[in-house]
């Protein structure tokens, strides 16, 4: 959980930053990604917020585990990658994970609110814009699946909130997706990306705020785990159209159905809203391509993983270089242009 700590710990003093070099007069634009892990297994909360979830009434998955034999291939495979054969979870298991799950949630809530209240302090919150999403969900034990790994509610249905000058509070049910935060987030600070456009996809969330329809689907695509051949889905109104070249497809109605225990696919008074998706999945992707391009990827990063597991490994990620020196005081600075610098509003 250090990980988180840190994140927040940066980002406050990002932001603290900003506002010491930023004047009234000409305020730079600026933004920060603040990318926290939490709540994630393996399920591991502090105290403090563990004890808030004591007694809560949903600690049990609305709905009970579903017999291997009885789950969808996918959901099949997903399990089989799990070891779930070797493991024999009880309901305490069950309870104290999705304790621990909530609780983590409330401890992201905490470091957000650190955020927040640091913007408010530097006097920058009435002019910030607050985007806050989330990568995927889990499914905390509903139909038998943990994880993430599926197209199922638990698993895909993720947060999106926005808050900031110009945008009014309310809740907007349309179906959208995380390829939607680059445009919305450009619309937002009046920036055009008309040059990027051929490599990005979905479309700008500020009409919808404003109360205007959406006017695209939401695509789903996965190759990860226990995929054997990539899934791709399409959730539009009501409807969520999930296609696999090895399994049969599955189609759920999520105003009649929230929990997705009724597949549709197969029943015939469906069959013209089938037809419909299976176009626009054909017209949308080459699945034997795709999954080809996949076996690609994966066979050139085997090649790296080995190549980089010899010889002297050095981390391929990020390795942060700081001017310690100019970070706090020191004896080459003058005092007085350093105090009038770093004091918020500015010194006279």
């Known amino acids: 959980m250090e990980y988180d700590d840190e994140v927040a710990f940066f ?19 600026w933004c920060i990604t603040a990318s926290f892990t939490h709540p994630h297994d393996p399920y ?17 998955p609305e709905v009970a585990p579903i017999p291997f034999d009885e789950q969808d291939p996918h959901s099949q495979r997903i399990m089989m990658s799990c070891d779930y054969t070797n493991f024999d979870l009880t309901e305490d298991n069950v309870r104290r994970s999705r304790r621990a799950y909530f609780a983590n949630i409330s401890y992201l809530d905490e470091k957000v ?8 302090r530097t006097r920058q919150l009435d002019d910030t814009m607050i985007l806050f999403c989330s990568d995927h969900g889990d499914m905390l034990g509903e139909r038998g ?6 197209f199922f ?34 619309d937002l600070a009046g920036l055009s990306i008309d040059e990027i456009l051929p490599w990005t ?38 409807w969520k159209f999930i296609h696999c070249a090895l399994d049969p497809d599955q189609l759920y109605d999520l105003d009649a159905d929230p ?14 809203v089938v037809a419909d998706f299976r176009a626009r999945i054909a017209a949308r992707w080459d699945i034997d391509a795709f999954d080809k391009e996949v076996r690609e990827s994966q066979a050139r990063r085997w090649v790296v993983y080995e190549a980089l597991r010899n010889g002297a490994y050095y981390p391929w990620d990020h390795q942060p270089l700081q001017k310690a020196s100019e970070r706090y005081m020191r004896n080459h600075m003058n005092l007085d242009n350093l105090e009038g610098d770093k004091r918020y509003p500015r010194g006279e």
């Open 153 to 186: 509610e638990g698993s895909a249905r993720v947060p999106l909130m926005i808050a900031g000058p110009g945008v009014s509070p309310g809740r907007h049910d349309a179906p959208v997706s995380n390829l939607d935060v680059t445009p919305t987030i450009a």
């Open 113 to 120: 609110g650190e955020l927040i209240d640091t913007l408010t």
């Open 259 to 272: 929990r997705e225990l009724r597949n549709l696919a197969a029943d015939p008074v469906y069959a013209d």
């Open 201 to 238: 996809d979905g479309e700008s969330l500020v009409p919808v705020i404003n109360g205007a329809p959406r006017i695209s689907p939401v695509l789903m695509e996965y190759a990860a785990e226990a995929s054997y051949s990539p899934l791709v889905g399409i959730r539009e109104g009501k």
């Open 11 to 29: 980002a406050n003093q990002k932001i603290y930053q900003l506002a010491r070099e930023n004047d009234d007069a000409d305020r730079r634009p």
């Open 145 to 150: 699946l943990w994880f993430k790994m599926n």
């Open 44 to 60: 591991v909360a502090r105290r403090k917020f563990w004890d808030l979830y004591e007694d809560c009434a949903h600690l049990t």
